[in-house]
Nanobody
């Protein structure tokens, strides 16, 4: 059974940084594509970033150049480093595995002064 547990969310001022973590069990993240999505109140869940098993990554245009997805295979954990945060980045952030498809419970990120 796949379990994904996100952490690292919180309140941060515009221009600040946060690092989200997604600890996985039941799968080997290095052998899977993993992704981060986010959902703001009243909006649909949207893609943020993905990292493939070969180590390449892809980003939504809205976060390109500010966010970095990475993984630590030894810790079986995926990270999302978020820099230069903007108020429009405020959302619940979710970790996803592709095979099998699974979601974490989410962690809230609020960017506000």
């Amino acid at each position: 059974q796949v379990r994904l547990v996100e952490s690292g969310g919180g309140l941060v001022q515009p221009g600040g940084s946060l690092r989200l973590s997604c600890a996985a069990s039941g799968i080997i993240i290095g052998a899977n594509a993993m992704a981060w999505y986010r959902q703001a109140p009243g909006k649909q869940r949207e893609f943020v970033a993905t990292i493939y098993s070969i180590g390449t990554s892809n980003y939504a245009d809205s976060v390109k150049g500010r966010f970095t997805i990475s993984r630590d295979n030894a810790k079986n954990t995926v990270y999302l480093q978020m820099d230069s945060l903007k108020p429009e980045d405020t959302a619940a952030y979710y970790c996803q595995s592709y095979r099998p498809l699974a979601w974490g419970q989410g962690t809230q990120v609020t960017v506000s002064s």
